[in-house]
T-cell receptor
Framework: GQNIDQPTEMTATEGAIVQINCTYQ??????LFWYQQHAGEAPTFLSY??LDGLEEKGRFSSFLSRSKGYSYLLLKELQMKDSASYLC????????????WGLGTSLAVNP | DAGITQSPRHKVTETGTPVTLRCHQT?????MYWYRQDPGHGLRLIHY???????DKGEVSDGYSVSRSKTEDFLLTLESATSSQTSVYFC??????????????FGPGTRLTVL
């Protein structure tokens, strides 16, 4: 199946760095998204990776290894407002533009 | 942020009644999607549209129908609401007609409770 695995929960301290992992089935892979979702709100786009490597965007970076079926989202200089759920979503070729979503990782940032 | 609105934002209804949720966009994006989000299941696609009057089913389409008579509006109808359809419903839009993935942008959501 087209499974996506993410840790359910993580905790971290304000000012620290946290890495949220996402693993997926490699066959037919066609791109991976990370979204942030605060409680009671809509998901908002963070990053998109289709080629191997690291994409940096301010305090947030996203890494992809297509051969390993692995991605991570790196959050630096954590702030309290980064407490949210982080969703990994994947396109597979032939899926006709349908994203498959992971269950999300709930991140709690403590003072 | 993409201009996407959903109405109503909250609704309580009774089992067996029909319910229609509306998604309206001002971005002129071609693709529109309806998702539901439930604890333990994540986001699941109900239906999507790839143009006016062009729609297709997602993974959880039973009990739902959609219509798109204008580029800017995508309606989701629960023909006869059941308690299992209590959920948060999100509309999303995306633009690119090209190959590969393109970013989806989400509306604020509708919280539906079926009693």
């Amino acid at each position: 199946g087209q499974n996506i695995d993410q840790p359910t929960e993580m905790t971290a301290t304000e000012g620290a760095i946290v890495q949220i992992n996402c693993t997926y089935q490699t066959s037919g892979f066609n791109g991976l998204f990370w979204y942030q979702q605060h409680a009671g709100e809509a998901p908002t786009f963070l990053s998109y990776n289709v080629l191997d490597g690291l994409e940096e965007k301010g305090r947030f970076s996203s890494f992809l290894s297509r051969s390993k079926g692995y991605s991570y989202l790196l959050l630096k200089e954590l702030q309290m407002k980064d407490s949210a759920s982080y969703l990994c979503a994947v396109y597979w070729a032939g899926n006709n533009r349908k994203l498959i979503w992971g269950l999300g990782t709930s991140l709690a940032v403590n003072p | 942020d993409a201009g996407i609105t959903q109405s109503p934002r909250h609704k309580v209804t009774e089992t067996g009644t029909p319910v229609t949720l509306r998604c309206h966009q001002t971005e002129n994006h071609r693709y529109m999607y309806w998702y539901r989000q439930d604890p333990g299941h994540g986001l699941r696609l109900i239906h999507y549209s790839y143009g006016v009057k062009d729609t297709d089913k997602g993974e959880v389409s039973d009990g739902y129908s959609v219509s798109r008579s204008k580029t800017e509006d995508f309606l989701l109808t629960l023909e006869s609401a059941t308690s299992s359809q209590t959920s948060v419903y999100f509309c999303a839009i995306s633009e690119s007609p090209g190959v590969g993935a393109d970013t989806q942008y989400f509306g604020p959501g509708t919280r539906l409770t079926v009693l």
